[in-house]
């Protein structure tokens, strides 16, 4: 058994048979995306330095930057401790986002109440 044998072995996919992987960029640690791999995806990502993803929606493979040139590098990555998620660090050419923005999570910022620490309390 191959280590990424190995490594799809341990990990623990959802009953769709989908692992969730948040993509990082490596240097300054921006949270970029959420995508899901399958087994296939998982063992191309770890195994070919580019990103590849299961699209739920078309029900195929996918590697970023294929059609966009939005390409994402792999420089390293991690499963979680109970292994059913994966951290996939990246070194991302262009947007991440399929709306051009740098991060999907800058489309839709929300307004949370803020916790404070020191008080155990949401501050106001």
Known sequence: MSDVDAVIERATFDDAGLLPAIIQQ????????LGYMNA??????LT??????????????????DTSGNVQYVKGAAL????????VQV???GA????????CF???????????????????
């Open 91 to 93: 070194d991302q050419i």
């Open 26 to 33: 490596w240097d300054t640690k921006e949270v970029l995306m």
């Open 106 to 124: 800058d489309v839709d910022p929300l307004d949370p109440v803020i916790g404070d620490p020191v008080v155990g309390s949401p501050t106001t």
């Open 48 to 65: 070919e330095g580019r990103v590849t993803f299961w699209s739920r929606s078309r029900q195929e493979f996918w590697r970023k930057g």
């Open 96 to 103: 991440a986002c399929h709306t051009g923005a740098r991060r």
């Open 80 to 87: 979680d401790c109970d292994d059913d998620t994966l951290l």
């Open 40 to 45: 296939e995806a998982l063992r191309r990502t």
